[in-house]
């Protein structure tokens, strides 16, 4: 009787690691196999509440080979900025753009 115990703890820890290993590598390929519609994440060409897509860190300029820096970290100012990609979003993006998945360039 007092082996059950032990039994179930073990199995239990391995479903448990199981699983988490599991989940990363799962969403990975759900969410990294393709970008999500703009539709679904409130896309919109204006910034809202001061939040906008060139001081997001999934904003991509274009010229630029990867996400991060937003516009800000490559430019001073407004002057000259150029549309771009996102590393979520599917299609071209406004750097005056905003949506759901919005998450500020950290310092």
Avoid: E
Wanted: proline share 7%; with cysteine.
């Amino acid at each position: 009787m007092a082996d059950i115990p032990y039994l179930s703890r073990r199995i239990w820890l391995r479903k448990i690691f199981a699983i988490s290993v599991a989940i990363p590598v799962s969403s990975k390929a759900v969410f990294g196999a393709s970008k999500i519609a703009q539709v679904a994440v409130h896309y919109q060409i204006r910034p809202a509440q001061g939040k906008m897509c060139g001081m997001c860190r999934f904003f991509i300029p274009d010229g630029a080979t990867a996400p991060g820096k937003g516009m800000m970290g490559s430019m001073t100012g407004m002057n000259g900025c150029q549309s771009g990609t996102c590393k979520l979003v599917a299609g071209k993006i406004s750097p005056m753009g905003y949506c759901v998945l919005y998450s500020p360039v950290s310092a």
